[in-house]
């Protein structure tokens, strides 16, 4: 695998971020398959490996990690990087901090970074296909509201969403999300989720109201993202994961919805779902694409 960590300065952040970048290198070669009597590292290259060509580019998986992590956490704990090669798929990982991927009421717009000007970076800079269908977005923990909401508020921009154990920040749920906001435990406890999305009598039509957004792309006619989500069945936000699954549904999204029997809320979980988000759920080509296919 060829793993990147890039720092660039965000415009819309404001200063420079850190952005994990991992790349199916393992079945690239730059000896052409033509010469038999080349070595790799003293041994015969092997049979269907992809030729390195200018202008190749790759499916693209965003994959955005839990509060508390950070965009180095998910390849230090996960198998991630593995996951990626076996399926030929290119991952991006940015350091979204805990912001529960939101443009924020106290000014720092992680949604507007993670949707509209992170998807040009990568796309300029790195060997990432620029078309709707071959860019995904999947996140656990946090990084699954995120990914949800990201995807119903941008579905121009992804083919599939996989949210894995999401239960907190952005929801289908309005009433949730303001119900949380008056709670004691959020105010005393964890007063950067109130900072975060500021009082719950200004969330109905905000930017903060995903059902109204996801409402407005669908009567416009917008294709929606497949929607895959997961949840262990020991996990303590089971109730608010399986109630984002009822609205999108009822909705008329394509949800499928699985229960993890006997996982919690940590990584055995998150590792196991990333896996089968790579290898099952998103509708990836599993080869490099090729520069006329860009």
Excluded at 104 to 123: D, M
Excluded at 249 to 271: I, K, N, Q, S
Aim: charge should be negative.
């Amino acid at each position: 695998m060829g793993l990147i960590h890039f720092n660039y300065r965000s415009q819309v952040l404001g200063y420079y971020v850190n952005i994990s970048v991992v790349y199916p290198t393992d079945d690239l070669t730059y000896f052409d398959p033509a010469v038999s009597d080349k070595r790799e590292q003293g041994r015969c290259t092997a049979d269907g490996k992809a030729l390195y060509r200018p202008g190749m580019k790759f499916q693209t998986v965003y994959l955005l990690h839990g509060g508390g992590d950070d965009d180095t956490l998910t390849y230090r704990y996960t198998n991630a990087e593995r996951y990626a090669q076996r399926n030929r798929v290119m991952l991006v990982t940015p350091n979204i901090a805990n912001s529960f991927g939101v443009d924020t009421a106290y000014g720092v717009a992680y949604q507007t970074f993670l949707a509209e000007e992170l998807p040009v970076v990568i796309q300029s800079l790195f060997a990432s296909s620029p078309r709707r269908e071959d860019n995904f977005i999947v996140g656990y923990a946090m990084g699954g509201n995120v990914a949800l909401g990201t995807a119903l508020m941008h579905p121009e921009r992804y083919a599939a969403c996989v949210d894995i154990s999401g239960g907190i920040g952005m929801t289908m749920s309005t009433q949730t999300i303001q119900q949380e906001l008056d709670m004691d435990h959020f105010r005393n406890d964890f007063p950067l989720y109130c900072t975060t999305f500021g009082p719950s009598s200004g969330i109905e039509g905000s930017r903060f109201d995903v059902a109204s957004q996801a409402e407005a792309h669908r009567r416009a006619g917008h294709e929606a993202s497949r929607f895959f989500i997961a949840c262990g069945s020991r996990e303590f936000i089971r109730s608010r994961v399986e109630e984002d699954v009822r609205l999108l549904r009822e909705a008329g999204y394509d949800v499928t919805y699985e229960v993890a029997e006997g996982y919690d809320h940590d990584f055995d979980m998150w590792d196991k779902y990333i896996a089968r988000a790579l290898d099952e759920y998103l509708p990836l080509k599993r080869r490099v694409l090729e520069p006329e296919e860009g």
